[in-house]
């Protein structure tokens, strides 16, 4: 029984991080090689993709897609989608999807003379799944080296520690007060009337 609690314990908490690596922004320094528009059909893979563009027919299938493409440092591809997230989930009230891929048309350069960039986003990239990263900014810098601090994900991730803690003290206390109590009440109760019950047998 020990083992089936660690395992949902353990099946909880991977959820839970998966849930964070997805939706939390991530940084990539990236030279931008090309952008360009592609319809796409989302079909089963529709979890992994954003809603249409505002202000578009939302309750098409299919619909056009901008994506960047890009060669991050050690020159290995990665492709992202350029989609808004609107007032939906996850909160970024994305709403400049055409802008952005115009910044990003205008920062495309070659190998021989590189401009770097930050691309800002959220989400995975998987070949097989064909699920892209949703870019939400991007920004030239002139060192490919520079350190980026993650701020906001450390705001984010200290303040979900901070509440998962009080709630946790706080149930600790409520049950010692109230809980604990109560089975061991139940526990002695059982124990007397076990106990009775062997004296009314034994005469």
Do not use: C
């Not at 989930?89 to 709403?95: D, I, L, N, T």
């Not at 906001?152 to 007060?177: K, M, P, Q």
């Amino acid at each position: 029984m020990v083992y089936v609690k660690w395992v949902f314990i353990t099946a909880f908490w991977l959820l839970v991080a998966a849930f964070l690596h997805y939706t939390l922004p991530q940084h990539d320094i990236a030279r931008i090689t090309d952008t360009y528009e592609k319809r796409i059909d989302p079909g089963e893979n529709s979890l992994f993709w954003a809603q249409a563009d505002v202000g578009t027919d939302g309750t098409l299938q299919n619909r056009d897609v901008f994506f960047i493409q890009t060669r991050r440092r050690g020159d290995d591809v990665m492709v992202y989608r350029n989609e808004d997230t609107g007032w939906g989930w996850p909160p970024y009230f994305k709403f400049d999807t055409s802008n952005l891929q115009a910044e990003a048309a205008d920062l495309r350069s070659i190998a021989s003379d590189p401009q770097w960039v930050v691309i800002t986003h959220y989400g995975w990239r998987n070949e097989f799944m064909t699920i892209f990263p949703n870019a939400i900014s991007v920004r030239p810098v002139d060192d490919p080296d520079v350190r980026i601090i993650p701020w906001l994900n450390i705001f984010i991730l200290t303040l979900l520690a901070a509440t998962f803690w009080a709630l946790r003290v706080r149930w600790v206390r409520f049950r010692e007060r109230r809980i604990d109590p109560a089975l061991e009440s139940v526990e002695d109760s059982v124990h007397a009337g076990g106990s009775r019950l062997r004296r009314f047998f034994s005469r």
